[in-house]
C-alpha cells in the first residue's frame, strides 16, 4: 500500500526549533522545493503499489532521498540514512 506524505508535524517535533531560522534564504534545498512539486510522483507510480499489505515509505519522500544522494555526493543509502537526524 502506497504511503502519503502528511506535512503537518507534531507538536513533539516542534521543541524550540525553527527550521527557516536554521537553512540560510539561498540554499539549494529551499530552491527545489519551490520550484518542485515532489506530489506529481503519486500518479506516476500508483499502478506499481498494491491494496495490501504494510504501508509503504511515502513515493516523494523516496525520490527526495535520492535527491539528496546526488546534491551531497553521498557514496550509499545506507551513508545517507546514517547522517539524516
Avoid: A, W
Wanted: glycine share 4%; aromatic share 10%; net charge positive.
Amino acid at each position: 500500500m502506497m504511503g502519503f506524505q502528511n506535512n503537518n508535524q507534531h507538536k513533539i517535533f516542534i521543541s524550540g526549533f525553527n527550521l527557516e531560522k536554521r537553512v540560510r534564504e539561498n540554499h539549494i534545498l529551499r530552491k527545489v522545493s519551490q520550484k518542485i512539486d515532489f506530489d506529481f510522483i503519486y500518479d506516476e507510480v500508483k499502478e506499481t503499489y498494491g491494496t495490501k499489505g504494510n504501508v509503504s515509505v511515502p513515493p516523494p519522500v523516496i525520490l527526495k532521498l535520492m535527491l539528496l544522494l546526488v546534491l551531497y555526493n553521498v557514496r550509499s543509502e545506507r551513508e545517507l540514512m546514517s547522517t539524516l537526524p
